[in-house]
């Protein structure tokens, strides 16, 4: 049998991808008035559209999911419109895209919630910043959610599941990683409550395992992937003890038959090693879906490890603003365009449309 390469196609749930390459989901804060996509995200996404799939910017399922400026959601008519206008772009352009569906949590700040104090499983406030007018600053204080409110925010990643459906995309990744509102529930740094969703890891699990059945519910298993990273501190976010907390996830995740799950391996946009002890390749043999591989990825490492058979797809992050045919740049082995960090963030079409591809380079 011929080893795996990253230019195969694959199948994963009810998608046909013809290659292993994921543009992994990036906030770039460009919604218009609203939190309204645009003709311009339409066009950046469309010039991607060789990915193997795109995952959406990070779009919240609800006005209070908003944690940084300029996000967009997938919660109001006017937002489904302007993700529809997306989708025909990228589709037309071949390509496949799944919503990421969020919701912030504590990360966030009562300006960008019409004053509203941030809502997370416990009011622990972060040490960390946000994306507001006039650059990052510090997250609000939150309020504890109480058990009727998790259960409308459970209903709600449902709607926002179909919302993204009628707005044309192809499947959805929920948000469980990188500190925000389900690794908050997950984790027992942030999760301080002492009622069914808080104290044991069954407990913290239970969130997890609601949010996946009302999604799974909403447009189906074979239509649904999830984002975790279990070891990364992003966003002030610790666990006591995370491989038994992220192996029971895991569990959620193959009960849930899942098509895909999307793991960051270490620091968010740090180390690989960033938990030496921790064992990914267990989290794996949990799963029966679809791997998908990130963080650090180059594309030697990327190329090794699907070729052994140590993960399913590899998504690319920082490589894709800057590289919008990526595909065809790794399979050519040309040299790669370095991204601006000073437009990472909000902004116009400088730093987000005008990277050159291969053609236009020459």
């Known amino acids: 049998m011929s080893e795996k390469s990253l230019f195969d196609s694959v199948r994963v749930g009810a998608l046909a991808l013809p290659n292993r390459i994921v543009m992994a989901p990036l906030t770039r804060n460009r919604a218009a008035e609203g939190n309204v996509p645009t003709e311009m ?12 799939l795109i ?27 302007g993700w529809r206008k997306v989708t025909d772009a990228v589709h037309a ?21 019409g004053g509203a104090q941030p809502v997370a499983p416990s009011a622990v406030r972060a040490n960390s910043q946000t994306y507001l007018k006039g650059g990052f600053g510090p997250v609000s204080e939150p309020r504890a959610l109480s058990v009727e409110e998790i259960a409308q925010v459970v ?30 529930f997950l984790r027992d740094g942030a999760n301080k409550r002492t009622d069914e969703y808080g104290g044991s890891i069954e407990n913290r699990v239970r969130f997890l395992r609601e949010v996946i059945a009302s999604v799974v519910g909403a447009v189906g298993a074979e239509r649904t992937g999830i984002r975790l990273s279990p070891v990364t501190p992003v966003n002030d976010l610790v666990d006591s003890d995370p491989q038994p907390l992220f192996e029971r996830a895991v569990d959620e995740v193959e009960r849930g038959k899942l098509a895909f799950m999307h793991v960051i391996e270490g620091a968010t946009r740090g180390p690989r090693d960033h938990a030496p002890d921790f064992d990914f390749e267990a989290l794996r043999k949990r799963y029966s879906g679809t791997y998908v591989a990130n963080n650090g990825y180059t594309p030697e490492l990327a190329r090794q490890r699907v070729a052994a058979g140590k993960t399913d797809l590899v998504a690319f992050g920082r490589l894709y603003i800057a590289n919008p045919d990526l595909v065809e740049r790794l399979k050519a082995g040309a040299p790669l365009n370095e991204p601006d960090e000073k437009t990472f963030y909000g902004g116009g079409a400088e730093g987000y449309l005008d990277y050159p591809t291969l053609d236009e380079a020459a």
């Open 55 to 81: 995952i959406s910017e990070a779009t919240q399922i609800r006005p209070d999911g908003q944690g940084y400026l300029d996000t967009p959601g997938v919660h109001s008519p006017e937002q489904i419109a």
């Open 155 to 184: 209903k709600d990643y449902g709607t926002a599941a179909k919302n993204a459906i009628e707005a044309g995309f192809d499947g959805v990744e929920i948000h469980g990683a990188n500190g925000y509102l389900i690794d908050q």
């Open 93 to 113: 352009a071949g390509g496949r895209i799944v919503c990421q569906l969020w919701h912030v949590g504590r990360i966030s700040h009562t300006s960008l919630l």
């Open 41 to 52: 995200m339409a066009a950046y996404y469309a010039q991607r559209a060789s990915a193997g």
